[in-house]
């Protein structure tokens, strides 16, 4: 079982930059993949930002150019840098991992989300 939290989050004004991260901790496992995903309120869960073993990066059309997603193997930590924040950014914004496998996860756990507010 691999344990999934978020950390990060916080009111920050428009335009403003924010860090957001993701620990994974357990026992004899290994992260394949990761993924950021938010849901504002009244809307579904949306991906943002994914990253496998190439260590290539896929973004949704809304965030290209504003965040970046990178994680550390060795301490088992994913990071999503925000910049340039915008009103309809704010929204619970939930890490994903995949773990197991030998190519592709084989288990997917998510964290309780953290919260990412905007201010005009």
């Known amino acids: 079982q691999v344990n999934v939290v978020e950390s990060g989050g916080g009111l920050v004004q428009a335009g403003g930059s924010l860090r957001l991260s993701c620990a994974a901790s357990g026992s004899r496992f290994s992260i394949k993949t990761m993924a950021w995903h938010r849901q504002a309120p009244g809307k579904q869960r949306e991906l943002v930002a994914a990253i496998g073993n190439t260590e290539r990066a896929n973004y949704a059309d809304y965030v290209k150019g504003r965040f970046t997603i990178s994680r550390d193997k060795a301490k088992n930590m994913g990071y999503l840098q925000i910049t340039s924040l915008k009103p309809e950014d704010p929204a619970v914004y939930y890490c994903?991992?995949?773990?197991?496998?030998?190519?592709?996860?084989?288990?997917?756990?998510w964290g309780r989300g953290t919260q990412v507010t905007v201010s005009s």
């Open positions: 994903e991992v995949g773990t197991g496998g030998t190519v592709l996860p084989t288990r997917r756990d």
